[in-house]
């Protein structure tokens, strides 16, 4: 396995891959290991600050979320008004 | 069909198959074959990814669904793209950068190596008997329309989707899927459009959609809080929240798709495009459902749609209760084509329209007890459910729509379910030979060796996938069992993964002692409760971390207590 940004060849591809915790970036409970938001940070970090016209990460994925919002309300919009309920 | 049909059909099948190989030309050893030595564009990984999910029963049940029930089922897919969103931010990056090949490989350099075959296996069996149904569902359907025998069928769609899986490995697979969900989306387009060209003269849009408002089938959200109705806002939200969870972050045939791309980034984005892209393709395929239901206020429909069940009753001691039911429909119809046009003459010149609204209103039901009805006497005869709703949109097109277009609607079915199969064969592949052969049986050999064996894994499970496909029919509560184990071991497979990202303390122990106690805890809920089957998710993903993090907590407790 190769750490990404290390550039340590382990064995990859052979089945000689080292066991272990170090080989898992981030990998949450291993004693010394970084935690779970520390390696998502880096990974942001090392991903760089824009993504297409949006200016971060987190602008796009609010704009994903704001989009499921609207499909949401548009679906609520749209049952009112294409089954009216019949008159009286 | 005509000859145009037949050569626009397989004209696909040349191009397809000639792309994928020709894209896969530069694959390098077992990391081409599995992950396209990670080179792959994000917008063809999202296509694929789209492509994986959307099986052929995907276009023509889901449109069958909606002419029943209207859009109520697009609830299930609303959570998407808040799934997408964790997913992108939790998931993508562990398995990214880990560079594994399979998501169960990451669990053993996490936690075990039992962990790692546990979920493997899981994935395997639950799997290996899903492509089969993947494989026999269209088949069915399409060989009635066609007039194949079901075997055949089963056949040419095996024979192309192993041929070019197996050569070409993901970049294969990848490609095709990306021709596959672009003909889909065409296909989408051109129902759309012939549903629209095939109203009647002075019946237009607004009309249909207006009509379709009478029975409430753009009815698509349920705001009632009953669990134990798969289809309301709140089960969609959190179940399907889980559900998607569980799908793309821990099953191997979408992880696969996303460790194919250049950078993280790129998995990202392949994701993201998911969360744009698929409930508004959702919405538009079940708009062709309540479309088809408006089309047929105008043409009288068959009372069931599915060739091979009339003439299961028809042949059977109760065939004139059929009769009767047809019979009364015709008459029923018939009432109801004179009102909806009396109802648009008068809305058109303004009139007060409420009484005809009534009028159709109460046809529609009677309609629907009819077909309710005759879909009752085909389970009496058969022994069995019916699954008519399959066969309303192929009906349809095979009635309708023109030459040509036919044929590409055709291939289009045909590439909705090779799609989906050629992702499935590719991971349970990968499944196979990485965390099992080169784990345990051959830690050491050669790149090239992998290959081979991973070409001759794809093979395995091709044929598997046929086989259970040819005995599908017979293994009716065999594929229930299996796809009931399935739903049991998604969320908690899901817990596994998520103990994995946020328990610090968890271990190999605690993780397996979970699973187990996930998937009991799903199990004794779906024996003892009525709640709809997208809970189980959510069910066995939190029973796995309580239950995991206390074993493990348990276990570093001990560990640390002097002698």
């Known amino acids: ?88 | 069909m005509t000859g145009l049909d037949w050569g626009l059909f397989l004209l696909y099948f040349v191009l397809v198959v000639s792309f994928a190989l020709y894209q896969s030309r530069k694959n390098v050893g077992v990391e081409g074959y599995f992950l396209g030595n990670r080179r792959l564009p994000w917008w063809a990984i999202g296509l694929s990814v789209m492509a994986t999910q959307a099986s052929a029963i995907t276009f023509i049940g889901t449109t069958g669904q909606a002419f029943d029930d209207g859009m109520e089922f697009i609830q299930f897919y609303l959570a998407l793209p808040f799934a997408m969103v964790v997913l992108c931010i939790v998931f993508v990056p562990f398995f990214y950068r880990a560079r594994v090949f399979t998501a169960y490989e990451y669990l053993e350099g996490r936690f075990d190596a039992k962990t790692r075959a546990l979920a493997g296996v899981l994935f395997l069996v639950s799997r290996g008997m899903g492509a089969g149904v993947i494989l026999y569902a269209p088949a069915i359907v399409l060989s009635v329309i066609l007039g194949w025998d079901e075997r055949l069928t089963i056949l040419v769609m095996a024979l192309v989707t192993v041929a070019y899986t197996m050569v070409g490995g993901i970049t294969a697979v990848i490609w095709t899927d990306v021709v596959q969900m672009l003909m889909v989306f065409g296909g989408i387009a051109v129902a759309l459009l012939a549903l629209f060209a095939n109203l009647p003269d002075g019946v237009g849009v607004g009309d249909a959609v207006y009509i379709g408002g009478i029975q409430e089938m753009w009815r698509s959200i349920d705001l009632s809080w009953d669990p134990t109705n798969t289809y309301t806002l709140w089960s969609g939200l959190l179940g399907g929240f889980f559900l998607f969870l569980a799908y793309f972050g821990t099953d191997q045939s979408q992880v696969q798709r996303y460790l194919t791309a250049t950078s993280l980034k790129d998995s990202r984005l392949s994701l993201i495009f998911n969360a744009f892209l698929k409930v508004p393709m959702q919405i538009l395929i079940l708009s062709i459902g309540v479309l088809l239901f408006v089309f047929y206020h105008f043409e009288r429909p068959p009372l069931v749609f599915s060739p091979a069940e009339v003439a299961a009753v028809e042949s059977s001691p109760r065939a004139a209760e059929l009769r009767v039911l047809q019979d009364e429909q015709e008459r029923v119809h018939a009432q109801r084509l004179v009102a909806t046009l009396q109802l648009l003459e008068e809305r058109h010149e303004g009139a007060d329209v409420e009484g005809w609204r009534a009028t159709i209103g109460s046809h529609d039901e009677r309609l629907r007890e009819l077909r309710s009805q005759a879909k009752g006497l085909v389970a009496d005869v058969r022994g069995k459910a019916s699954n008519d709703v399959n066969y309303v949109f192929p009906t349809y097109i095979i009635q309708y729509i023109p030459a040509g277009l036919l044929g590409i609607l055709i291939a289009v079915i045909f590439a909705a379910a090779m799609s989906s199969l050629d992702s499935e064969i590719t991971a349970l592949s990968s499944a196979t030979v990485m965390d099992f052969y080169r784990r345990w049986v051959r830690p050491e050999a050669t790149d090239a060796h992998y290959l081979r064996v991973s070409r001759l894994a794809t093979l395995f499970w091709g044929v598997f996938a046929f086989g259970v496909a040819l005995y599908a029919g017979q293994l009716g509560s065999l594929i229930e069992a299996v796809n009931q184990i399935g739903s049991f071991f998604y969320g908690s497979l899901l817990g596994v993964f998520l103990l994995a990202f946020f328990v610090r303390t968890a271990n190999g122990t605690g993780a397996t002692l979970g699973l187990l106690a996930g998937m009991g805890s799903v199990f004794l809920v779906s024996v003892t409760t009525e709640v709809s089957w997208l809970y189980y998710n959510v069910v066995g993903a939190v029973v796995v971390v309580a239950v995991g993090a206390a074993v493990s907590g348990m276990l570093r407790g001990r560990e640390r207590e002097p002698a």
Do not use: N
Request: charged share 20%.
């Open chain 1, 1 to 88: 396995m190769r750490p990404e940004g290390e550039g340590v060849d382990r064995g990859e591809g052979t089945g000689q891959e080292a066991p272990g915790p170090e080989r898992l970036p981030g990998g949450g409970g291993q004693p010394g290991s970084r935690g779970v938001w520390a390696a998502i940070r880096e990974a942001d970090r090392q991903e760089g600050e824009t993504v297409g016209p949006f200016r971060s990460w987190t602008c796009l994925y609010g704009t994903v979320a704001v989009h499921g919002i609207l499909v949401i309300g548009l679906l609520m919009v749209l049952t009112k008004v294409l089954d009216p309920a019949p008159g009286p």
